[in-house]
């Protein structure tokens, strides 16, 4: 069945998100006011942009908040009438008037989606403005007359937009403005500007058994410039801004009582978080600066952004311990291009690459035991954790995690029409354990070629820095074609699962013996004995920039086991190359470990 009209808690709810937008609106405005006042940049032009945010954008986002507010009135006024003319119909109050046909009312409940074949509506709204005006900024000769030609234009921006998604369950205010100014003189054009925006989401949602109310906010303030003289032209851009983002996890059990209120929850008392249930907040500050520059018809580009923050997390295991986790956080992220820019044709190829880091120590704090309630309360007043296990303090450790993406990219405009194409070279990431013994762990995952080849390893040493090669594993995924198939089937390397095909994958597994059995073998295909030296077979041959360091000839210096092992099955290069390489090294076409093919 099909209602007509309007779900009045959606009108309800909306309204109270357009209220908050305004105030957030608000904050963002005065946040945006203070870091342009405070950013270091002099002189007329800057004071000019000053001038007109203080007389232009600042009052047309204040004018932005003033019709949010207006709207959240009136959508608080549309369901009131909603519910006056759904009740003279003698309906309910959260629809209008029935008609025959499939159902699009959205189900209700904080951690529903919406219903199989349901196409729920998403309320709304956004709006944009922008104003322009060119003078005239011609030099003059003594009698009024133009000496040199001269234009100016002035562009002022603003945009606000409001969304509500059933199907996410996310929430998402942001607005933004601008400013800028471009001088025309003789060919020549000088450009200026300034843009600030800010952004709230908030998001309910269920999956795998937990409900997960979450939020975030973020402000950014951006300057930049440019000119272009003839074919000669560069532009730059530096921002800042700062991103702040909670996330409280809890059991549908929990989240479906209809007493439960998760605003209850505080990370301050870890006995308001229910048992499986869990607190993180996030923040972070970060900086960009873009380049572009050209000459005639060459044309280069390059990005870096970076960010430091601070991760903290409360994790609620059974009513006396909880699991705390806190550090620091920083990214960096990089994309550079070079190219051609014609008139009517752009071409451009790059290089892109991002990583992240965080240092972080972990604890399980009995909070029922003074030595516990104490520990605790040290990381709510200064943010550590103890570094050594005791009475109240168990599993304590230093996790330190990276992750990080490289790969390419091809851009091309033809008559203004954009194509595109990103390859992923490689996209990982890992996990390292410190105990207070010494000891380490490691784990991770890294994919090569745009996933076709993936693997994953756990390294364990001691805290003799002795590693256990019986707690070591690693597992490689070739995702087979039709050519790496044929080197199965060909009997060039053999592999439990029968004759291979496209669309198959090959596994192996390997521990730390088998690694090491795998790079001996590989070293043994290079060298040879001769009146009791050692020499390389082929200098030229590919397998030597893999299994062996420094200059090739007499004595040469062979890598470590791991450095081999991953030159052999990490290199970016196609996964036949990689097939290639094992089936040389193998004996007679078996290799270490385990090999099969599955699916």
Same mark, same amino acid.
């Given at each position: 069945?099909? #209602?007509?009209?309007?779900?009045?808690?959606?009108?309800?709810?909306?309204?109270?998100?357009?209220?908050?937008?305004?105030?957030?609106?608000?904050?963002?405005?005065?946040?945006?006011?203070?870091?342009?006042?405070?950013?270091?940049?002099?002189?007329?032009?800057? +004071?000019?942009?000053?001038?007109?945010?203080?007389?232009?954008? +600042?009052?047309?986002?204040?004018?932005?908040?003033?019709?949010?507010?207006?709207?959240?009135?009136?959508?608080?006024?549309?369901?009131?009438?909603?519910?006056?003319?759904?009740?003279?119909?003698?309906?309910?109050?959260?629809?209008?008037?029935?008609?025959?046909?499939?159902?699009?009312?959205?189900?209700?409940?904080?951690?529903?989606?919406?219903?199989?074949?349901?196409?729920?509506?998403?309320?709304?709204?956004?709006?944009?403005?922008?104003?322009?005006?060119?003078?005239?900024?011609?030099?003059?000769?003594?009698?009024?007359?133009?000496?040199?030609?001269?234009?100016?234009? *002035?562009?002022?921006?603003?945009?606000?937009?409001?969304?509500?998604?059933?199907?996410?369950?996310?929430?998402?205010?942001?607005?933004?403005?601008?400013?800028?100014?471009?001088?025309?003189? $003789?060919?020549?054009?000088?450009?200026?500007?300034?843009?600030?925006?800010?952004?709230?989401?908030?998001?309910?949602?269920?999956?795998?058994?937990?409900?997960?109310?979450?939020?975030?906010?973020?402000?950014?303030?951006?300057?930049?410039?440019?000119?272009?003289?003839?074919?000669?032209?560069?532009?730059?851009?530096?921002?800042?801004?700062?991103?702040?983002?909670?996330?409280?996890?809890?059991?549908?059990?929990?989240?479906?009582?209809?007493?439960?209120?998760?605003?209850?929850?505080?990370?301050?008392?870890?006995?308001?978080?229910?048992?499986?249930?869990?607190?993180?907040?996030?923040?972070?500050? #970060?900086?960009?600066?873009?380049?572009?520059?050209?000459?005639?018809?060459?044309?280069?580009?390059?990005?870096?952004?970076?960010?430091?923050?601070?991760?903290?997390?409360?994790?609620?295991?059974?009513?006396?311990?909880?699991?705390?986790?806190?550090?620091?956080?920083?990214?960096?992220?990089?994309?550079?291009?070079?190219?051609?820019?014609?008139?009517?044709? $752009?071409?451009?190829?790059?290089?892109?690459?991002?990583?992240?880091?965080?240092?972080?120590?972990?604890?399980?704090?009995?909070?029922?035991?003074?030595?516990?309630?104490?520990?605790?309360?040290?990381?709510?007043?200064?943010?550590?954790?103890?570094?050594?296990?005791?009475?109240?303090?168990?599993?304590?450790?230093?996790?330190?995690?990276?992750?990080?993406?490289?790969?390419?990219?091809?851009?091309?405009?033809?008559?203004?029409?954009?194509?595109? $194409? +990103?390859?992923?070279?490689?996209?990982?990431?890992?996990?390292?354990?410190?105990?207070?013994?010494?000891?380490?762990?490691?784990?991770?995952?890294?994919?090569?070629?745009?996933?076709?080849?993936?693997?994953?390893?756990?390294?364990?040493?001691?805290?003799?820095?002795?590693?256990?090669?019986?707690?070591?594993?690693?597992?490689?995924?070739?995702?087979?074609?039709? *050519?790496?198939?044929?080197?199965?089937?060909?009997?060039?390397?053999?592999?439990?699962?029968?004759?291979?095909?496209?669309?198959?994958?090959?596994?192996?597994?390997?521990?730390?013996?088998?690694?090491?059995?795998?790079?001996?073998?590989? #070293?043994? $295909?290079?060298?040879?004995? #001769?009146?009791?030296?050692?020499?390389?077979?082929?200098? *030229?041959?590919?397998?030597?920039?893999?299994?062996?360091?420094?200059?090739?000839?007499?004595?040469?210096?062979?890598?470590?086991?791991?450095?081999?092992?991953?030159?052999?099955?990490?290199?970016?290069?196609? *996964?036949?190359?990689?097939?290639?390489?094992?089936?040389?090294?193998?004996?007679?076409?078996?290799?270490?470990?385990?090999?099969?093919?599955?699916?």
């Amino acid at each position: 069945m099909t #209602f007509y009209g309007a779900d009045v808690a959606a009108l309800r709810d909306l309204a109270t998100t357009f209220d908050a937008g305004a105030e957030e609106l608000d904050g963002s405005r005065t946040g945006i006011r203070g870091k342009l006042g405070s950013v270091p940049w002099h002189g007329p032009g800057a +004071e000019r942009y000053r001038a007109d945010w203080q007389h232009q954008l +600042e009052p047309a986002l204040t004018r932005t908040s003033a019709s949010l507010r207006e709207a959240a009135r009136r959508l608080r006024a549309n369901a009131a009438d909603q519910e006056r003319t759904s009740s003279a119909d003698g309906g309910g109050t959260s629809s209008g008037s029935p008609r025959p046909g499939p159902s699009t009312t959205p189900p209700t409940g904080p951690a529903q989606g919406p219903a199989q074949g349901a196409t729920p509506s998403r309320p709304g709204f956004s709006f944009s403005l922008e104003g322009e005006n060119t003078q005239d900024d011609a030099v003059r000769n003594p009698d009024g007359s133009i000496r040199t030609p001269a234009t100016i234009t *002035n562009t002022t921006s603003g945009s606000f937009d409001a969304s509500h998604d059933p199907e996410t369950g996310t929430t998402t205010v942001g607005a933004g403005g601008g400013l800028s100014s471009a001088l025309a003189v $003789k060919g020549a054009t000088l450009e200026f500007g300034a843009s600030g925006a800010a952004e709230i989401t908030r998001t309910t949602h269920s999956e795998d058994g937990f409900t997960t109310y979450a939020g975030s906010q973020k402000g950014s303030l951006t300057v930049s410039g440019g000119a272009e003289i003839k074919e000669v032209g560069a532009s730059v851009a530096y921002g800042n801004g700062y991103e702040m983002a909670f996330e409280t996890t809890v059991p549908d059990a929990v989240a479906g009582d209809p007493t439960f209120d998760p605003r209850g929850i505080s990370p301050t008392d870890p006995r308001s978080i229910p048992v499986g249930g869990s607190v993180t907040l996030d923040s972070k500050n #970060f900086k960009s600066s873009d380049f572009a520059g050209s000459f005639e018809i060459f044309a280069y580009e390059e990005s870096i952004g970076t960010s430091e923050g601070m991760s903290k997390a409360v994790e609620r295991l059974d009513e006396n311990h909880v699991r705390v986790t806190t550090g620091p956080t920083s990214s960096l992220d990089r994309s550079g291009a070079v190219g051609l820019d014609l008139d009517v044709i $752009k071409a451009m190829v790059g290089t892109t690459g991002s990583h992240e880091t965080g240092a972080m120590q972990t604890a399980v704090l009995d909070v029922s035991t003074p030595e516990g309630s104490a520990a605790y309360a040290r990381y709510l007043a200064g943010g550590e954790l103890p570094s050594q296990d005791g009475p109240g303090v168990s599993e304590s450790a230093l996790v330190s995690r990276w992750s990080g993406t490289s790969g390419s990219s091809a851009d091309l405009t033809l008559f203004g029409h954009e194509m595109s $194409k +990103e390859h992923v070279a490689s996209v990982g990431d890992s996990v390292a354990v410190t105990r207070p013994d010494g000891s380490v762990s490691w784990s991770g995952q890294v994919a090569f070629d745009d996933d076709s080849r993936r693997m994953e390893y756990e390294r364990a040493m001691d805290a003799n820095g002795v590693e256990d090669p019986s707690a070591s594993r690693l597992t490689v995924s070739i995702d087979l074609d039709k *050519n790496t198939a044929g080197i199965i089937n060909n009997g060039y390397l053999d592999a439990a699962g029968g004759r291979a095909e496209a669309g198959q994958t090959l596994q192996i597994t390997l521990d730390g013996h088998d690694e090491r059995a795998l790079a001996d073998q590989a #070293f043994g $295909k290079l060298m040879t004995g #001769f009146n009791g030296a050692t020499e390389v077979v082929d200098m *030229n041959d590919p397998l030597a920039s893999i299994v062996m360091d420094g200059d090739f000839g007499q004595d040469p210096t062979r890598k470590p086991y791991d450095s081999v092992v991953g030159g052999l099955l990490g290199q970016t290069t196609d *996964n036949s190359v990689v097939l290639d390489h094992l089936a040389r090294i193998s004996d007679d076409g078996k290799l270490p470990g385990t090999v099969r093919v599955v699916g």
